[in-house]
């Protein structure tokens, strides 16, 4: 059975910073893309970025208000990957998802129960 | 970035209804287009992918279609268990985006 767990959430100052954790399990991680999504409460659901797979140089990509402030990261070793958040700011606040890339349509297969990101004074 | 819309925000319907949500790209995607359920609380939950393949373990009353920009979700008989938000999204770039989602009510 597919299984990603995200940990690390938590209360912080703005300008704070936090690493999230994914953890999987049931599937060849070593191969597969992992995305981070995250979503305000109340709001929709927003795509903030990916990491590929050694094959593909561990390629990232990220969201433009994320950019230059996060980074995702990963352990094959560990079936884990990361999310480090720098200079968090209130509108970061949300319930951070990580995911599972399909093959070929861009799709997130599976998912994480998230873990509740939260930025305030 | 390519902008994903979703019509309508939100529909109320009935038990056994048949209903259709839209999703339009702000550019062609060809059929790079995938429809998620979420619930209350919960992560959301691969439905369709490439527009018209059903998720293995996904219900057949679920169907989707389209293919450039425009794209539709049907559910063809409304179960209790399918009321829920139905958010879209497009993997045909490498910024991925959702739409805002559209909130199936019960009626």
């Known amino acids: 059975e597919v299984q990603l767990v995200e940990s690390g959430g938590d209360l912080v100052q703005p300008g704070e910073s936090l690493k999230l954790s994914c953890a999987a399990s049931?599937?060849?991680?070593?191969?597969?893309?992992i995305h981070w999504v995250r979503q305000a409460s109340g709001k929709g659901l927003e795509w903030v970025g990916r990491?590929?797979?050694?094959?593909?140089?561990?390629?990232?990509a990220y969201t433009a208000s994320v950019n230059g402030r996060f980074t995702i990261s990963r352990d094959d070793s560990q079936n884990t990957a990361y999310l480090q958040m720098n200079y968090l700011k209130a509108e970061d606040t949300a319930v951070y998802y990580c995911?599972?890339?399909?093959?070929?349509?861009?799709?997130?297969?599976?998912w994480g129960q998230g873990t509740l990101v939260t930025v305030s004074s | 970035d390519i902008q994903m819309t979703q019509s309508p925000s939100s529909l109320s319907a009935s038990v056994g209804d048949r209903v259709t949500f839209t999703c339009r790209a702000s550019?062609?995607?060809?059929?790079?287009l995938n429809w998620y359920q979420q619930k209350p609380g919960r992560a959301p939950k691969l439905l369709i992918y490439?527009?018209?393949n059903l998720q293995s373990g996904v219900p057949s009353r679920f169907s989707g279609s389209g293919s450039g920009t425009d794209f539709t979700l049907t559910i063809s008989s409304l179960q209790p268990e399918d009321f829920a938000t139905y958010y879209c999204?497009?993997?045909?770039?490498?910024?991925?985006?959702f739409g805002q989602g559209t909130k199936l009510e019960i009626k």
């Open positions: 995911a599972r890339g399909g093959n070929n349509y861009g799709h997130f297969a599976s």
């Open positions: 049931g599937f060849t991680f070593s191969d597969s893309s």
């Open positions: 990491i590929r797979s050694k094959a593909n140089n561990y390629a990232t």
């Open positions: 550019q062609t995607i060809g059929i790079y």
């Open positions: 490439a527009a018209s």
């Open positions: 999204q497009q993997g045909n770039s490498i910024i991925r985006t």
